[in-house]
Nanobody, 125 residues
Framework: QVQFVESGGGLVQPGGSLRLSCAAAGFSLDYYAIGWFRQAPGKEREGVSCISSSDGSTDYADSVKGRFTISRDKAKNTVYLQMNSLRPEDTAVYTC??????????????????WGQGTQVTVSS
């Protein structure tokens, strides 16, 4: 079965850190740009970060630049999202997906597939 499995979410105080994992099953990450997305209650899903498969280049939403870092481990077929200096507004369900049309970041959400079930991140004191 082709899917992503996310993990690593939880409850953290403002200023704290979490590392999310996105493990791919049934396909290789080597051929697709991989994106992290998040959706807060009552809000639309938004792109958070992306990593390209071809050259490892990365992209971030302005709201997380300088705080979040995306990376990948090809041997483990897994993408990570290190989140530092977390803020209450980072609270959301975080999900990863693969862009089936691109190896480089920059695509639209409708190009992404193999959405995982998501992992909840709650930032609160």
């Amino acid at each position: 079965q082709v899917q992503f499995v996310e993990s690593g979410g939880g409850l953290v105080q403002p200023g704290g850190s979490l590392r999310l994992s996105c493990a791919a099953a049934g396909f290789s990450l080597d051929y697709y740009a991989i994106g992290w997305f998040r959706q807060a209650p009552g809000k639309e899903r938004e792109g958070v970060s992306c990593i390209s498969s071809s050259d490892g280049s990365t992209d971030y939403a302005d709201s997380v630049k300088g705080r979040f870092t995306i990376s990948r481990d090809k041997a483990k077929n897994t993408v990570y999202l290190q989140m530092n200096s977390l803020r209450p507004e980072d609270t959301a369900v975080y999900t990863c997906a693969a862009n089936l049309l691109r190896t480089l970041c920059g695509g639209q959400q409708h190009e992404y597939a193999y959405w995982g079930q998501g992992t909840q991140v709650t930032v609160s004191s």
